[in-house]
């Protein structure tokens, strides 16, 4: 649908598509792919809290050493850092999405273009933050 939006605005004699409209229901689709992908990053947020539970557990047990408690809590907690740094992306995402899913998004948009590029401005800076944060060992 993107494409074909993007052929009408560079070929518009061509393409005779509302152009407007197909990238608005292209969104739509974006946005339930990113609600999804947010209840993913809720749902794996929630195992890693099981994990921690289950560390707890086995450290008060003595079933596992000091050192190897210490390298399981430092992943679980990278998990969850990167987690949530996921959770902050797709916020930063939500308002572009639905400002671009609205039916006459170009010609009367909901949000300004500057709050627009923020927020994608700073989605992109959050992911840049979360690629670092994850090769680090």
Known sequence: MEHLAYARWVAPN???ADA???TALS???WM????ADCVS????LKELGRRRGKLEEEEQNGTITDEEASTKRKEIDKGVKHQ???????????????????PKWERDPWLSEHVVN???FAESVTCFYQSVCATKN
């Open 41 to 44: 990053s809720v749902l794996k």
């Open 20 to 22: 407007e409209r197909y």
């Open 84 to 102: 949530w740094l996921h959770i902050a992306r797709c916020a930063f995402f939500t308002l572009p999405a639905i400002n671009w899913s609205l």
């Open 118 to 120: 923020g927020l994608m």
């Open 27 to 29: 969104c739509r689709f």
């Open 32 to 35: 339930t792919y990113i609600v």
């Open 14 to 16: 061509w393409i005779k």
